[in-house]
């Protein structure tokens, strides 16, 4: 694990932002992990800005998106695929027919799940997984547990995760209380993975994440046994380390 400190959310969204375009320069066709959430939104900005100037292109790229909450549709202003298509997809060169989300609308999960997998593998795999981290230590929505769980599937959303994501929400009772999720298998079979982490909220699970002991306690510290995982968090995300 290399981790890079940043001075703050900023920062660390312009080196975020340089570590994706510079994958994309070196491998154009990059199948690309990609997350939501408030963490990558100022990488995704300066991504736009660069595909803009002509700096770099999506147009060869395809995507895998890491979650979706069950139950929405993708027209859903809250659902995960609305969320990119409005910060992402709409405003870069990429072909949306390449972009991937899970299918919140399914109720079939067990079909749901194994065509996701399927399709990432057909796909050959992940080249860069994007990651923010929860408060909790999830990735994707892979909630502390006992076990890390391989494959895509469906997850009672912790209460910890629910309240944090009520923020995007009027209240908490319209939270889903379920989501789709990559497994920790093809997140750990990514070649790259670039962790970014922001905040005094989550210092303590960047500080688990990195330090802490392998345990599906907190997910993102089997990061760890990663190869080639990239951890970029400003100071106070590093605050407890
Ligand atoms: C989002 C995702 C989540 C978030 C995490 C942090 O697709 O998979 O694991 O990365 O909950 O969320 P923010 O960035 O909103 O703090």
Redesign the pocket.
């Known amino acids: 694990m290399r981790i890079i400190r940043t001075r703050d959310y900023n920062h660390m969204s312009e080196h975020a932002a340089a570590v994706i375009a510079a994958q994309l320069t070196l491998q154009p066709n990059s199948t690309l992990g990609l997350?939501?959430?408030?963490?990558?939104l100022g990488a995704y900005v300066r991504l736009v800005e660069m595909c803009a100037a002509g700096k770099i292109s999506f147009a060869q790229v395809q995507s895998y998106?890491?979650?979706e909450y069950r139950g929405l549709t993708h027209d859903d202003p809250q659902s995960?695929h609305h969320f990119m298509w409005e910060n992402l997809f709409s405003r870069v060169d990429i072909d949306v027919t390449r972009t991937h989300v899970p299918d919140g609308s399914n109720e079939d999960a067990a079909s749901t799940c194994a065509n996701y997998d399927a399709a990432i593998e057909a796909a050959g795999g992940i080249d860069l997984q994007l990651?923010?981290?929860?408060n909790n230590g999830?990735?994707?929505?892979n909630e502390p547990g006992d076990e890390f769980v391989v494959g895509t599937h469906c997850v009672d959303l912790t209460e910890s995760?629910i309240k944090?994501n009520s923020r995007l929400f009027e209240s908490i009772d319209e939270v889903p209380r379920q989501a789709y999720t990559l497994g920790i298998g093809a997140i750990m079979h990514a070649r790259r993975i670039l962790v970014i982490a922001s905040g005094t909220a989550k210092a303590d699970a960047v500080h688990a994440m990195c330090y802490g002991p392998v345990t599906p306690a907190c997910p993102a510290s089997v990061l760890q046994l990663h190869p080639d995982c990239i951890v970029i968090a400003d100071a106070a995300a590093l605050s407890a380390c």
């Open positions: 997350a939501t959430g408030s963490t990558p998106n890491l979650d995960y990651l923010g981290i929860g999830h990735i994707g929505f995760t944090a």
